[in-house]
């Protein structure tokens, strides 16, 4: 019987154990800062039992997955650090970014135990496990960050471990990581934010704003309404990374108002074709 205690029941930890709750021999515990997630949790079928000290089931788990916003994450892997865990045990997390966690882990090495990073590649502008589904993660990138420590066979373990979420696991640098999950995700976020307050100052002048909006409004901007907790603490973690990007956004809406001012067709014709052949090339 493998036991794996969950911390921070919520969309991403939750959808990850409904999909392991496919294997017969693993019992999954949950623990929450809040306990009425835990309680409808445990009735939708995602966890077996609620976790109440959490320092006595993680001193039994043969897994622990930290499902919590990255920042409560790094604090708990201190905790993690403390406590005497079973030699052979994993612990991974879900977090959208890698490098400051990845830096955290390096005291969970030195006490002797195993940290593999973990993000999965989908999600949802919606938080709580209310939203978790068995299938969320189906055909997904799952970027595993193993550190200089981690055998082949703790990893395969893990990989075993998180099959039934059906990913396509990928192994690579926390570094990497977070530079790339900067371009395609944490970038793309800040822009959303920014022009759903840029809208609302002119909505808040005209009410016809408001009602006009459409559907592509709603496909540039529904991660703008994602978890605000989740994404302050991954803007502060990947804050090198995203000021570099955000130089390189303010070049290019630069590029974009000289092109207006200039008002030449072929040029402006060549903007969006570019920009149409590289996102028709993306398969998601
Ligand atoms: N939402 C998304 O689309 C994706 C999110 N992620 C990452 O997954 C993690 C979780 O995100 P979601 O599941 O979307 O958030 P969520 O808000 O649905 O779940 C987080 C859960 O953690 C609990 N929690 C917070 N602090 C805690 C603490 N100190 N101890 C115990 N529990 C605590 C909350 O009560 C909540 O139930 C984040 O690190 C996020 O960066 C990764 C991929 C996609
Ligand atoms: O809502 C969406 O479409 C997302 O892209 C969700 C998402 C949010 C954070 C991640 O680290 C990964 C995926």
Known sequence: MTKVLLVGVGLIGGSVALSMKKQQDIVIAGYDIHTSNLEMAKSKGIIDEMVLDVQIEAERAD?????????QTIQFME????????DQAIITDVGSTKWSIMKAAERLNESGKTFIGGHPMAGSHESGAVHARADLFRGARYVLTPSAETTVAQLEMLTKWLS?????????DAKEHDQVTGVISHLPHMIAASLVRQVEEHANKNNLVRQMAAGGFRDITRIASSSPVMWRDISRQNRETLLDLLEDW???MQQVKQLLEKSDQQELYTYFSDAKTFRDSICI
């Open 63 to 71: 897994l622990i997955i930290l499902g919590t916003p990255v920042e």
């Open 79 to 86: 905790k993690l650090a403390e406590w005497d865990l079973k």
């Open 164 to 172: 039934d979420t059906e990913a396509n696991f990928i192994t690579m």
């Open 250 to 252: 303010m070049k290019e």
